[in-house]
C-alpha cells in the first residue's frame, strides 16, 4: 500500500498530541502525589501549550522525507518551523512565568518584617521581565535566520549599523537610561516593592517596579507614575529601606503649669494598651519653650508606616482627652483678637 505524505503528517501531529496529553497527565498524577506548594504551583499552571508544542516538534520533524515533492516538503516545513519557534517561545515564557509563581508562593509578604522577602519579591519580578523580552528578541531573531530572504535582511541592517546606531542611541536615549537603571535598582535596591517612601511631597508605597517605570501608591489611593531614572537620580525618602519598623512623633503647644510627668505615665498607658505599638520606642520630651507655651513631643514606634500614623492620631486623641478632662488649665490660653488691623496703625517704613 503506497503511504501518502499527508498520512505521515497526520500520523505525527497524532503522536504529537498524545505525548503532549501524556506528559501533562504524568506532571497531573506527580503533582498530586506531592503536598509541597510548588508541585502544586506546577498542576495549576499547566496549559495547553504542550499539546501545541509536541504536534509542531513531531511534524517539523517528519516534514522532510522520501514521499514528499520539493514544493511539498519546502512549504510544509517553513510553516512548521514557524508555528515551532512560536510555539517554543510560549512554552518558554510559560515556564518562566511558573519558576516565578514557584519562587513567589514561598515568599510570606504579610509577616511584620518581611524585608528579605520583598528584597526578593523586587529581583525575581524584574528578572522574570528581562527573560520573556529576551526570549521574545531570540524568537524573531531564529525566524529571521530561518530564512534567505530573512539572512539578507540581518546582513543590510549589520551593514548599516554604524548609522542606525547613532540615530537609535539618540532617539532611545531616554529608554536605554530607564532600562539600565532598572537593573541598578533591582540589584541595589534603593526600593523595593511595598517600600514606603515619599516622593514629590506625596506620602505611599511603592506598588510596582516596571523596566521603566514606578508605580506608586499614594495614601488616598491616588497613583504617581514615575519613570524608574527618577530614583536613581533625584532625592527621596524611604522609611523602610533597611527595616519596616518606623518611629511616629506627635506635638503638645501647652501651658507652664501643665504636668509633664504625669502626661508622661498617661502616655505609656495609652501605648501599652494600643495594638499598634511594637514595645520599642516610647518617649515623652518637652523639645522647647516659647513665649506663652511649652512643646512637648511624644515618640512612638510602631511595626510599619501604616500603623505608626495611626498610632499617632490614636495618641493624640487620648491625650487631648486626658488633659481636657484632668489638667484643663494646662492647655495654652493664647488671646486671639477678632479686631481687624487697621492700615492707618501700621508703623511707618
Not at 526600593?191 to 501608591?217: P, Q, R
Not at 506635638?251 to 505609656?268: A, E, I, N
Not at 492647655?331 to 481687624?340: D, V
Request: charged share 20%.
Amino acid at each position: 500500500m503506497q503511504i501518502e505524505y499527508w498520512q505521515i503528517l497526520a500520523l505525527a501531529a497524532v503522536t504529537g498530541l498524545l505525548t503532549g496529553w501524556l506528559v501533562i497527565r504524568l506532571l497531573k498524577f506527580v503533582s498530586r502525589k506531592q503536598s509541597n506548594k510548588s508541585w502544586r504551583t506546577v498542576r495549576e499552571s499547566i496549559t495547553s501549550v504542550l499539546y501545541f508544542f509536541f504536534t509542531a516538534l513531531f511534524v517539523n520533524l517528519l516534514a522532510n522525507n522520501r514521499y514528499a515533492t520539493a514544493a511539498e516538503s519546502y512549504f510544509i516545513f517553513s510553516a512548521s518551523k514557524i508555528i515551532l519557534i512560536a510555539v517554543s517561545t510560549w512554552l518558554a515564557i510559560r515556564l518562566v512565568v511558573l519558576m516565578e509563581r514557584i519562587i513567589l508562593n514561598q515568599l510570606d509578604l504579610n509577616k511584620t518584617n518581611n524585608l528579605q522577602e520583598r528584597r526578593l519579591f523586587t529581583k525575581v519580578k524584574f528578572i522574570k521581565r528581562l527573560i520573556v523580552i529576551s526570549v521574545l528578541v531570540l524568537a524573531v531573531a531564529l525566524l529571521l535566520l530561518s530564512f534567505k530572504r530573512g539572512r539578507e535582511f540581518g546582513l543590510g541592517m549589520l551593514t548599516s549599523a554604524g548609522i542606525v546606531s547613532v540615530i537609535v542611541g539618540f532617539a532611545a536615549q531616554k529608554t536605554i537610561a530607564n532600562l539600565l537603571a532598572g537593573i541598578q535598582i533591582a540589584f541595589t535596591q534603593p526600593i523595593k516593592i511595598e517600600d514606603v517612601v515619599i516622593v514629590e511631597g506625596e506620602w505611599g508605597h511603592i506598588e510596582e517596579i516596571n523596566l521603566t517605570y514606578v508605580v506608586v501608591k499614594i495614601w488616598d489611593l491616588r497613583r504617581m507614575i514615575l519613570p524608574i531614572t527618577y530614583f536613581v537620580e533625584k532625592p527621596f525618602q524611604n522609611w523602610t529601606r533597611s527595616d519596616s519598623s518606623v518611629i511616629g512623633s506627635a506635638f503638645f503647644y501647652l501651658d507652664y503649669h501643665t504636668p509633664v510627668s504625669k502626661l508622661r505615665h498617661q502616655l505609656m498607658k495609652i501605648l501599652q494598651e494600643s495594638r499598634l505599638w511594637d514595645g520599642t520606642t516610647a518617649a515623652l520630651q518637652l523639645t522647647d519653650t516659647k513665649d506663652q507655651f511649652i512643646v512637648l513631643r511624644a515618640v512612638m514606634s510602631a511595626r510599619n508606616a501604616p500603623d505608626a500614623f495611626d498610632l499617632r492620631c490614636e495618641v493624640r486623641e487620648k491625650m487631648i482627652e486626658f488633659i481636657n478632662a484632668k489638667y484643663p488649665k494646662a492647655l495654652p490660653n493664647i488671646p486671639i483678637s477678632l479686631k481687624k488691623s487697621d492700615p492707618t496703625d501700621a508703623e511707618p517704613l
